[in-house]
């Protein structure tokens, strides 16, 4: 690629997909030369404070796909995606000089390891670089909302309700088109494996509810099976709270996770699935449940970093007992609760578990055992396949009572597993004895 042509940089965090992307549309309308640039940063990678890894193999083992398909997908635009494993102050430099970048178009992030990340990088580069941000990990655009960030109600139901009436879905970005062919590098850049990451190789377990590959192809594979192959989301309300099986539920929060699909696009296949099929309960309540994710997005935005504090956004001045011993047996499934235990088994043996299976353990885990919650959050950071942080530390703020429930509601985890698992088929799955 010649130095001469001023080129622009996308650089890809959370959002691994080139469909429905403001940054790369407007990149490639903007400039002749586009590089896009993925870092495997080694600090994501590392212990954490509490001694176990910040990310472990099953959501890495899912980056790694979601960041090989994203990769193919940019080549057919004729724009080379630069992967490496270094921490981008040190690799985005070198490209920047060496290929005449002039604008950094990039997803705008808020919470502190992205903002962090972000100084370090601009600390080392000349004034002279754009950085243009775009917000397309929400479903309603923070342009559009009747209220500014300050505003945002505390309580769910007054957020959506004031979404649903004053905020229309933007349409979806359409697809750039292909550069020229000299844009692209000679060099294909090569995935990591999970060794280079300092990470074990994955043992896939037959029982898992994910059995899913990451990237953008498996993700509209999945919202195809789910929609219009089987019209499972016409029932989805009412088998939303299963444990056994792929299609209790839509199984989307990975790839939203990470990026390989865009809450709009999902939206909109809903809507042509109500046109085209049924609008019921079940289409709207997955549109609800979109609304979910964007209510922990704008919490943690007008919260900042109170979201990683103690006390939460409330503030509040609990006991928190943080024993390591009791942090094990609630993370290996060895407590007095058998659909705690069945739960965390599964998270253990392959990296998901089901939304009701979070509450009820993440509400033992604090409400119960007594335990500090932060503790909780950062297993499920290291663990889930589909860990974002605002629904995560949103989550589990939420059950632990200092977050946004303003009934600070206690699971009764016996009567949730005799409601959901009356049969015991999940706990069965999961537990070596047979419980019935």
């Known amino acids: ?20 992307h403001e940054g790369l549309k407007n ?23 509490w001694g176990f890894k910040k990310t472990e193999k099953y959501r890495a083992n899912f980056l790694i796909e979601s960041v090989k398909n994203l990769q193919e997908s940019l080549e057919r635009l004729n724009v080379t995606l630069v992967v490496d494993l270094k921490p981008p102050h040190q690799s985005i430099p070198e490209i920047i000089q060496k290929h005449k970048v002039k604008s950094i178009y990039l ?34 655009h923070p342009d559009d909302l009747a209220f500014n960030i300050a505003q945002i109600p505390e309580v769910f139901g007054a957020f959506r309700k004031s979404c649903e009436k004053a905020v229309a879905v933007r349409p979806e970005t359409i697809l750039p088109n292909p550069l020229p062919d000299s844009n692209l590098f000679e060099k294909k850049y090569a995935m990591p ?23 953008t192809t498996a993700a509209m594979a999945r919202l195809k099976h789910y929609f219009w192959e089987t019209k499972k989301l016409s029932y989805y309300k009412n088998t939303r709270n299963g444990l056994v099986g792929i299609d209790y539920s839509s199984k989307f929060s990975p790839w939203l996770a990470d990026g390989s699909i865009s809450p709009k696009m999902i939206y909109w296949e809903i809507k042509r699935y109500e046109k085209t099929i049924q609008k019921n309960q079940s289409t709207y309540w997955l549109i609800f449940e979109l609304i979910w994710r964007d209510y922990f997005k704008y919490i943690s935005l007008k919260h900042n970093n109170k979201i990683f504090k103690i006390g939460g956004i409330l503030e509040r001045d609990y006991y928190w007992d943080e024993s390591y011993s009791t942090f094990q047996k609630w993370r290996d499934g060895d407590t007095a609760e058998p659909f705690v235990n069945a739960n965390m088994i599964e ?23 007594r335990m500090d919650w932060r503790m909780g959050a950062a297993y499920f950071e290291s663990m ?46 999961w537990l070596q004895k047979t419980l019935f």
Do not use: C
């Open 1 to 20: 690629m010649s130095a001469s042509i001023e080129s622009a940089l996308i650089w890809y965090r959370n959002d691994l997909r080139i469909e429905d």
């Open 27 to 49: 990149a490639t309308e903007k400039f002749d030369r586009v590089i896009a640039y993925y870092s495997f940063n080694p600090n994501h990678y590392k212990e954490n404070k």
């Open 107 to 140: 997803q705008k992030e808020w919470t502190e390891e992205e903002v962090k990340e972000e100084k370090e990088v601009s600390a080392v580069l000349d004034d002279g670089i754009d950085w243009i941000y775009h917000y397309e990990q929400m479903l309603f």
């Open 193 to 215: 494996n999970l060794s280079e990451l300092g990470l074990e190789n994955l043992d896939i377990d037959h029982r898992s509810a994910f059995p899913f590959q990451g990237g």
């Open 347 to 369: 998270l253990k043996q392959t990296g998901w578990m089901s939304n009701r299976g979070r509450q009820n353990v993440a509400s033992f885990f604090a409400k119960d055992l």
């Open 384 to 429: 889930l396949i589909d860990f974002d942080v605002h629904s995560n530390y949103g989550n589990w703020m939420y059950v632990s009572g200092v977050g946004n429930d303003p009934r600070d509601r206690k699971f009764d985890v016996q009567w949730q597993a005799q409601r959901y698992d009356s049969n015991y088929k999940f706990q069965n799955l």
